[in-house]
């Protein structure tokens, strides 16, 4: 995992979705693409894994899936949180946004 951070309030990180992941099967037999909820999950744990906070969402305020994403791509995730506790990620394929989610998290975590 290659990573980065600018603040506690904001970080990015980079992985993939392995091809053999168990989610895969059956989510589109012929043409796999990785589930959102997926995508959210591992996104959030590489994130809190990152900053050291557990985020811990509590409610998804919006969820925009725009494009599929093949497993195998790697995806970057960038997290910003807002001064308490909203916060949003955005996920990029090849520098295309693929899927943008706004959540409420349990954890603080200000500038």
Known sequence: MRATTTALANATT????????PALPGHFP???VV????LLAEGL????LLTAVPLQ???IESAKFLQ?????ATITATLTMAKGTQGSIAF???GTLVAHVTFFANATVGH
Not at 14 to 21: L, P, Q, R, Y
Not at 35 to 38: R, V
């Open 57 to 59: 969402c509590q409610r």
């Open 35 to 38: 589930p959102g909820a997926l």
């Open 68 to 72: 599929p994403v093949a497993p195998g």
């Open 30 to 32: 012929g043409a796999p």
């Open 45 to 48: 744990h590489r994130l809190e």
């Open 14 to 21: 980079t992985f993939c979705i392995a091809v053999d992941h």
């Open 92 to 94: 990029y394929v090849a």
